[in-house]
């Protein structure tokens, strides 16, 4: 929805043309010679082979790790979302360390995620930078402003893009408590503790304000369903709605 995977991918065409021979789509462009390409973006299983999305993931990532160059560029987006959290962001953690210092080669590689635990490795290694898309918040609305930033980004915004796509009001709100919940407890205590206590608590659910005059409503209902509108005159239409507006009374 922001727009990372889109520069992620773009970075990768601009530099392949750019090796051809074509026009780049800027006014000056210094690109490195880069000998291979590898790209780890998307998620999809092998039904057939009987391997997991996460399985895929991963032996696409074992073999760009296993073939690089000092003249590669790497393009890798959200590794280590098919399986748990923790288990994801080691595995992330550990390939940005493991690019950074494990080996020789040290390709350029551009890196995205959502786990922004993964900001802290910029204040660890000197050649990890950080940046994000920017936004702005309007109201309880999102606009990505398709810009990139220094800095890495504290905030995600699913529960938003879900909204966009439709979930009911109710399970909409029901997120933002679990994630609330889950953003001023994580620092203090366990993740699987904070789980298990909004696991064991009850929803909080908002009472509708008409649950308390459904009768009433009712009676409403039936009374402007029985007016014919088009031979009310406008004194009877006040009339009838002093009568509507004594019913709340």
Do not use: C
């Amino acid at each position: 929805m922001s727009g990372k995977s889109a520069l992620l991918r773009q970075t990768a065409i601009i530099t392949l043309m750019a090796h051809m021979g074509s026009f780049v789509p800027a006014s000056q462009a210094e690109i490195g010679l880069t000998d291979k390409i590898f790209t780890r973006v998307g998620a999809s299983d092998n039904l057939s082979g009987g391997e997991s999305t996460f399985m895929v993931e991963m032996n696409e990532t074992a073999s760009i790790i296993n073939n690089i160059t000092p003249r590669s560029l790497i393009i890798l987006d959200e590794i280590g979302r098919g399986t748990s959290t923790y288990d994801g962001i080691s595995i992330a953690w550990s390939i940005v360390e493991y690019l950074h210092d494990m080996t020789t080669h040290r390709p350029k590689t551009l890196f995205a995620t959502h786990y922004h635990e993964l900001n802290e490795l910029e204040n660890k290694h000197n050649r990890v930078k950080n940046f994000h898309i920017t936004n702005k918040e309007v109201g309880n609305k999102i606009i990505f402003l398709r810009k990139l930033a220094s800095g890495g980004s504290r905030h995600s915004f699913g529960i938003h893009v879900a909204k966009i796509a439709g979930m009911p009001p109710q399970l909409i709100q029901r997120a933002n408590e679990i994630l609330s919940q889950l953003e001023s407890q994580h620092i203090d205590a366990p993740l699987e503790q904070t789980v298990k206590e909004i696991a064991s608590a009850p929803p909080k659910m908002q009472l509708s304000i008409f649950d308390a005059h459904s009768d009433t409503f009712k009676v409403m209902r039936e009374m402007l369903e029985a007016v014919d509108v088009n031979r009310l005159t406008p004194v009877e239409a006040l009339i009838k709605l002093n009568e509507i507006k004594s019913l709340l009374s």
